[in-house]
């Protein structure tokens, strides 16, 4: 089945101690990108990339790290968590053939993170 | 800049009304693509459709039904005898090819509660 796949689920941890939350596609594609939503205010972009090794900042970078070393992978990282990155962690992947921005993504079913 | 706004925050309407969801966009540019996302209490993002700015026509799948007017900048969506299942918050997003990272802009979402 195809999928993106994000872990952990939910997360609940305290300021400053490191987390990575992963995300990995079956679909063999270029893009990945991370999103955060939060109440009233949608979702916005974090980081994305447009294949190995090449990532950009989203609209919302501030306090995340990203990497991608392989073409299924794209981890997202906080190097050391606060309370105002308590929220709803979305990533997603789409493959770069076609038109740029006709693309429809695909989601993962999303990670929960509570900073306390 | 793109933006989308989504005016209704939140709608309650009782099962089999008719409801629509208002959906007003911004862009300079002359093609782009717009989406609606559902989201289900459970926390997932389901893909709707996409319809891209050369496509005028509005669109029917089952009880869904689209509206897209250019000259309004709007694309909203209506939900056809509503059923319990319908309770979701729902995104529009938009999405422009000159971008080139493939970003989707959220609108910060509307709830719908369907009411037995």
């Known amino acids: 089945e195809a999928q993106v796949t994000q872990n952990p689920r939910y997360l609940i941890t305290v300021t400053g101690k490191k987390l990575t939350v992963t995300c990995s596609q079956n679909?063999?594609?270029?893009?990945m990108s991370w999103y955060r939503q939060d109440p009233g205010l949608g979702l916005r972009q974090i980081y994305y990339?447009?294949?190995?090794?090449?990532?950009d900042k989203g609209d919302v970078p501030e306090g995340y790290k990203v990497s991608r070393k392989e073409k299924r992978n794209f981890p997202l990282i906080l190097e050391s968590p606060s309370p105002n990155q308590t929220s709803l962690y979305f990533c997603a992947s789409t493959e770069l053939a076609g038109t740029s921005g006709a693309n429809v993504l695909t989601f993962g079913a999303g990670s929960r993170l509570t900073v306390l | 800049a793109q933006k989308v706004t989504q005016a209704q925050t939140e709608i309650s309407v009782v099962e089999k009304e008719d409801v629509t969801l208002d959906c007003v966009y911004e862009?300079?540019?002359?093609?782009?693509?717009l989406f609606w996302y559902k989201q289900p209490p459970s926390g997932e993002l389901v893909f709707l459709i996409r319809r891209n700015s050369f496509d005028e026509q509005n669109e029917i799948s089952g009880r869904y039904s689209w509206n897209f007017q250019k000259s309004t900048s709007s694309f909203n969506f209506t939900i056809t005898a509503s059923q319990v299942v319908d309770s979701a918050v729902y995104f529009c997003a938009l999405s422009e090819p000159g971008a080139g990272s493939y970003q989707l802009t959220f609108g910060k979402g509307t709830k719908l509660s369907v009411i037995p």
């Open positions: 862009t300079r540019d002359t093609t782009y693509y």
């Open positions: 679909m063999n594609h270029e893009y």
């Open positions: 990339s447009m294949n190995v090794e090449v990532t």
